[in-house]
């Protein structure tokens, strides 16, 4: 899905036969402007989706346009009482567009703020995303990690090769997985979660390798295994606790689920500041 389909679905799901509250209480013809404003510090994120329910909008609703005249740009740093946007049009139009505007908005910035904390207690290693991400929700979530300063793993199944344990099972074992996976001209890379699987899979012509819950001292004997720390990807149960121990012992590729999966939501709010 493409971006206007994911907002005209949420819209669609949010008043399914219009703002019955708004149409009964405001008039047509009330203009107003508002504010959307942190309530707690994070990054932003999700501005082009924000922007885009208020189009939307106002094109569905025929009373006239609404502005939206941005304060910050995706992946800058706010804090609470900080005014991410001014938002001028007719009244009906901006409260029926409000919730939508903001859920897209604050979780988005959820992501990217998780993201950000994420790469910081990383450093020097890089952060990566993985596809556990909200259904319909993929391309949005990688585009506030990127605004977090994250990087962005395979978008979908189609893009790369990741031999898992179910593949390994499947297929006859590591060896005969590879092998048919050498086929298809791509690199292929094997999960892993011991020394001697990490020998198998790097044996068999792996060319990366991706250890899943690994201890430090697991991590540090892969990558002297490895020889090359980036060919090693650490993945599973990572915290914001013990990712700085695993890149104490080496790691500098670490894939982090719950950056997309467990964010929570940026808290912020629209307030109407002005009605004419």
Do not use: Y
């Not at 971006?3 to 203009?31: F, M, Y």
């Not at 952060?127 to 978008?155: D, I, W």
């Amino acid at each position: 899905m493409n971006l206007r389909q994911v907002v005209e679905i949420a819209l669609a799901e949010d008043a399914p036969a219009g703002d019955v509250t708004t149409v009964l209480t405001i008039p047509e013809s009330a203009w107003c402007r508002a504010e959307i404003r942190a309530k707690a510090e994070g990054v932003v994120a999700g501005r082009g989706a924000a922007q885009m329910v208020f189009g939307i909008v106002a094109d569905q609703d025929g009373l006239g346009p609404v502005d939206v005249d941005w304060k910050v740009r995706d992946g800058d740093q706010v804090r609470p009482e900080d005014v991410l946007a001014s938002v001028r049009g007719p009244a009906r139009s901006v409260l029926r567009a409000e919730r939508v505007a903001i859920n897209f908005l604050a979780h988005l910035s959820g992501v990217a703020t998780l993201t950000r904390k994420f790469v910081e207690a990383a450093r020097p290693a890089e952060v990566l995303c993985t596809r556990k991400t909200t259904p319909g929700l993929r391309s949005l979530e990688r585009g506030a990690v990127a605004a977090g300063g994250g990087s962005l793993h395979r978008a979908s199944l189609s893009d790369a090769v990741l031999i898992k344990d179910n593949h390994i099972r499947v297929a006859g074992g590591v060896v005969e997985a590879v092998r048919q996976a050498k086929a298809g001209g791509l690199p292929v890379e094997v999960e892993v979660d011991t020394l001697d699987q990490l020998d198998e899979a790097l044996g068999a012509g792996a060319d990366r390798i991706l250890l899943d819950n690994p201890t430090p001292d697991l991590v540090r004997a892969a990558v002297e295994r490895v020889g090359d720390a980036r060919r090693l990807e650490v993945s599973g149960g990572i915290t914001l606790d013990s990712v700085p121990l695993l890149v104490q012992a080496g790691a500098r590729v670490i894939s982090v689920g719950r950056i997309t999966h467990s964010a929570p939501s940026l808290d912020l709010s629209l307030e109407v500041i002005d009605v004419h």
